[in-house]
C-alpha cells in the first residue's frame, strides 16, 4: 500500500488565503458605497482615474485589514469553527509575515492615494489608524460593529474629497473638500455595516460567549433580529433621503426599492437565528449595496 506526501500549499496560496482572496463579498460590501459616494460627488462618471485608485485601493485595504485581524484575532479564532483554519490561526504563516504582507498592501494603497490631492491623503491616514484600530475594539467595546462601520465607511468622505479637493492641505482643507453631506452618507452607511455584520455575528454566537468577544448580536441578545431589521431600514431611509436631497430621483428610488426587496428576505433567512441562514445572510450582503450602487449610476446617467 502506497502513500502519498501531501504538498503543502505555496506562499502564494497562502497568501491568497490570508486575505479571503475567494471570498471577494467582504470588499464588495466597501466598494459600493464607496463608488455611489464617488458618482454622487462627481455628479455622474468620475473618470477613469479616480474609480481606478478606489476601487483597487478599496480591495488593497481591505486585504490589509484581513492580515491586521488575523493577528489580533488568533488566539480567538483557533477556538471557532469558521476560523480555526486560518493560516495565522493554524501557524501556516507567522505573526511577522503576516503584518510585512499587511504593510505591504496598505503601502500599495497609499501610492494609490497619493495619486489623488492633499485631503484625501490626509483622510487616508484616519482610515488606516481606524482599521488598524477595529480588531481590537472587540475586547474593550459592547457593540464593536460600530467601530467596523466607521472603518468601512471611510471611502465616502475619501471619495468626495479626491472629486471636490483642491491642492492644498490641512485640516481647513479637509472641511472644505468634504460636505456634511459626505458625513451624514458615512453614517448612513454605518447602519448598513451594523446589520451585515450583527448576521455575521449571529453566526459565531456560542463560540463568542464562550471565548468572551464582545459583539452586536450578543449585546442585543432577543432583539437581535429586530435590531438587524432596524438598522437596515434607518440606513434606507436615511441614504434615500439624502439621494432626494442631492436631485437623484426614479431610477435611485428604484435601486432603494430593490434593497428593500432583500432586507424583507434577509428578514426570513435570520429570523430562525440558524448559522447557515445568518451566514448566507451576511454572504449575500453585496448585492443589497450593487442596487444601490446600480439606481445611483443608472439615475445621474439619464439626469
Known amino acids: 500500500m502506497s502513500t502519498h506526501a501531501v504538498t503543502p500549499p505555496s506562499r502564494l496560496a497562502l497568501y491568497l488565503d490570508l486575505i479571503r482572496w475567494n471570498r471577494p ?18 455628479d455622474g462618471f468620475p473618470g477613469w482615474h479616480l474609480l481606478a485608485v478606489f476601487v483597487l485601493g478599496t480591495i488593497l485595504m481591505r486585504s490589509a485589514g484581513c492580515c491586521v485581524n488575523d493577528v489580533a484575532d488568533q488566539d480567538f479564532d483557533r477556538h471557532v469553527k469558521r476560523t480555526a483554519q486560518r493560516p495565522v490561526t493554524r501557524g501556516a504563516i507567522g505573526t511577522r509575515e503576516a503584518l510585512l504582507v499587511g504593510a505591504a498592501l496598505a503601502l500599495a494603497a497609499f501610492f494609490l492615494v497619493l495619486t489623488t490631492n492633499g485631503p484625501t491623503i490626509t483622510l487616508s491616514f484616519a482610515a488606516l489608524a481606524i482599521a488598524i484600530a477595529y480588531p481590537w475594539a472587540k475586547r474593550v467595546v459592547s457593540m464593536p460593529q460600530a467601530v467596523l462601520g466607521v472603518a468601512f465607511s471611510f471611502g465616502i468622505p475619501m471619495a468626495f474629497s479626491a472629486v471636490l479637493g483642491g491642492s492644498a492641505w490641512g485640516p481647513g482643507a479637509v472641511a472644505d473638500a468634504v460636505p456634511p453631506i459626505a458625513w451624514a452618507l458615512l453614517l448612513s452607511n454605518l447602519f448598513w455595516v451594523l446589520a451585515y455584520d450583527t448576521e455575521y455575528a449571529m453566526v459565531d454566537r456560542d463560540d463568542d460567549i464562550r471565548i468572551g468577544i464582545k459583539t452586536s448580536a450578543l449585546t442585543l441578545g432577543r432583539f437581535d433580529v429586530i435590531g438587524v431589521t432596524a438598522f437596515y431600514l434607518l440606513h434606507l431611509a436615511s441614504w434615500t433621503w439624502i439621494g432626494l436631497h442631492l436631485g437623484l430621483g426614479a431610477w435611485f428610488l428604484a435601486g432603494i426599492a430593490a434593497a428593500l426587496v432583500q432586507v424583507a428576505w434577509h428578514w426570513t433567512l435570520i429570523r430562525h437565528r440558524t448559522r447557515e441562514g445568518c451566514f448566507k445572510a451576511f454572504r449575500l450582503n453585496h448585492w443589497l449595496g450593487f442596487a444601490v450602487f446600480a439606481g445611483t449610476v443608472v439615475d445621474l446617467f439619464f439626469k
Open 25 to 42: 463579498a467582504g470588499w464588495l460590501l466597501l466598494l459600493w458605497p464607496t463608488l455611489s459616494a464617488l458618482w454622487m460627488a462627481a
